[in-house]
Every structure is written in structure tokens, then in C-alpha cells.
């Protein structure tokens, strides 16, 4: 089987990027350069009963809403704003006769949060098929300021932060009701320069690898930073606490990377805007992600969160 992450790498070396395409395949987020000022991000991410929900056990309108935010994050970690949303569904055969009443319900989460970020749905595709319920999104954006923020440019120096704790999306279903960090990326893009950003949807392990790997250099993370969620169970131990932090996913906080010099000043100013972030680690140089134990001890971190096998 292939990995999704080499799936994704062949596939960045098979279509390379023509005009007025600017980034393509591997980052959050493909952009489009519309005028020498002005440019269009566009997001996508399909969604499957059984897979990213469970449509036996949840309000159908979650799953709708989940639909949107998850590419809503992916906008809020390029510091875009939304304008425009395309949402493709799959209905499988022979769905009962509260069909209408689910594609209603469906679409009321959608509209919860077309209202809540002042957007608009503005096409799409409907299909029946014998297999699970589908949903396919397709968003676009507009930078919060002149050019989207992408995962590539972490810099050597740069110490990495997070948005939230981490850890137990999936346990008390978090990640069907969580808000895209768009206040955080608006204020980021507004008072520091951010090197590098993206959202943490595979988790910490699993995204820190690929923005490094996007921007050509190593991390440190320290192991005693890393913000561990209440919703992760206080049963287990430290080591597994830490692990479900690491590689749980679903948590669609932001990673991101700044100046060292504007680490302190970050910390302070977001505090009086009622803002938190967690410094949890340094840009080094070479290709290598170690974890930092308490006693100092540097350990290589493994590749762990959820990853598709294609």
C-alpha cells in the first residue's frame, strides 16, 4: 500500500505548477493569481460516513457542519477568509423516506456556517450511489492580508507554537463542534510575522513533519510544552496523555512558526487580546523532528496520526 503523504509527493512531481496557478499540491491550500495585487485560495476535502463521523450516532446537521469547518481551518491556517462554497454529496441508494428531511438537516448545518463567517454556498453536485453517505467541499478564500501564510517558510531560529491543547477530539466529539481559528490567524497576520502555518487535522506528529519537510528543516519539540486537552483521559499515563496529544489529530488548532525574537512579545500582547499560544518548540537545522524529554534527553519523533493507506 502507499502512504497518503507519498501519494501526495508523486503527485507534486507528476503536475507541476503552471499559471496563474502560484502553489499547488502540498500545502493547506492551492493559490491562484487572479492580478499582480490580487490572488484566490481554493480548499477541498471530502468526508465519509464511517470514516470521519457516524451518521447512526450524530445530529446529521454535525455532519454537514464538520464538512465546512474542516476546510474553513484549512483557510484560517493560510490566514484567508472565505467567499465561496461548493459542496458535492454522494446519498446512498435506498435511503428511507426521511430523505428530504436529511438532506434538510444536512444543509442546515451547512448554512449555520455560511451565516456564521459570511459566505455563500454557491454550487455543487448531488449523486446516489450503493455505497455510504459522501460529502465533497471545495471553499474559496481571499488573503487576510496581501499574500496567503503557507507551511513552507518555517525558518531555522523560528520557534513553533500551537493554538490550543491537544489530544481527545474524537472522545467527546470535539472535532464535530470546534470554531476555525480565525480570530487567532487574523491577529497573527495582524501583529507578527508568521514564517509558516497549517492546521493540525492529522496530528502534531503527523502535520509538524510535513511543514518541516515543506520548509526544508528539523525541529525540537519539548516534550513538558506540548498542551495536553482535558478531553484526553486523565486515566492514562503521562507517556500515553503525551501520545494522544501527539498523534490523536482532529484537533484543528494551528501550528505555526515564528521569529525567536518575536516569541515573548507574541505571548504577551495575545494574552491582553484574550489570545493563547504555547510555545512548544524550536526550527533547527538538518531534517530531523526529536522530541525533548524533562531530563533534556533528545529522542527522534516518530511519524504517528492518521494517515490514509491508498
Not at 134 to 151: D, F, Q, Y
Not at 206 to 232: C, E, F, K, Y
Not at 236 to 253: I, K, M, V, W, Y
Request: aromatic share 6%; net charge negative.
Amino acid at each position: 500500500m502507499t502512504s497518503e503523504n507519498e501519494f501526495v509527493r508523486r503527485l507534486a512531481r507528476r503536475f507541476p505548477v503552471r499559471q496563474p496557478v502560484e502553489v499547488g499540491i502540498g500545502d493547506d491550500g492551492a493559490v491562484l493569481r487572479c492580478s499582480t495585487d490580487e490572488r484566490t485560495v481554493i480548499v477541498t476535502d471530502m468526508l465519509l460516513d464511517g470514516v470521519h463521523f457516524e451518521l447512526r450516532e450524530i445530529d446529521v446537521r454535525l455532519a454537514g457542519r464538520k464538512a465546512i469547518a474542516v476546510n474553513l481551518s484549512d483557510l484560517a491556517a493560510m490566514a484567508c477568509l472565505p467567499t465561496a462554497a461548493f459542496v458535492s454529496i454522494a446519498v446512498p441508494k435506498g435511503m428511507s423516506a426521511a430523505h428530504d428531511r436529511f438532506l434538510d438537516d444536512l444543509y442546515s448545518g451547512i448554512e449555520e456556517l455560511t451565516r456564521e463567517y459570511d459566505f455563500c454556498l454557491a454550487g455543487g453536485d448531488t449523486n446516489t450511489w450503493h455505497g455510504p453517505f459522501a460529502i465533497n467541499v471545495c471553499l474559496t478564500g481571499r488573503p487576510m492580508r496581501n499574500r496567503p501564510v503557507l507551511r513552507s517558510g518555517a525558518r531555522v531560529g523560528d520557534s513553533l507554537f500551537v493554538t490550543g491543547p491537544l489530544g481527545g477530539s474524537l472522545r467527546l466529539g470535539r472535532h464535530l463542534i470546534f470554531s476555525p481559528a480565525f480570530e487567532a490567524a487574523q491577529w497573527l497576520v495582524d501583529h507578527a510575522q508568521v514564517n509558516a502555518m497549517m492546521d493540525i487535522s492529522d496530528g502534531l506528529s503527523m502535520d509538524l513533519h510535513r511543514m518541516m519537510a515543506a520548509s526544508h528543516a528539523g525541529a525540537i519539540l519539548n516534550a513538558h510544552q506540548i498542551p495536553i486537552h482535558d478531553d484526553v483521559s486523565a486515566s492514562l499515563s503521562d507517556e500515553q496523555r503525551l501520545h494522544c496529544a501527539l498523534a490523536d489529530g482532529e484537533d484543528f488548532e494551528l501550528l505555526l512558526s515564528v521569529p525567536a525574537v518575536d516569541a515573548v512579545s507574541l505571548r504577551s500582547h495575545a494574552l491582553q487580546a484574550g489570545l493563547m499560544f504555547y510555545e512548544i518548540g524550536t526550527v533547527v537545522e538538518g531534517n530531523a523532528i526529536r522530541l525533548c524529554d524533562e531530563q533534556g534527553h533528545l529522542h527522534p519523533l516518530t511519524v504517528s496520526g492518521w494517515e490514509h493507506q491508498l
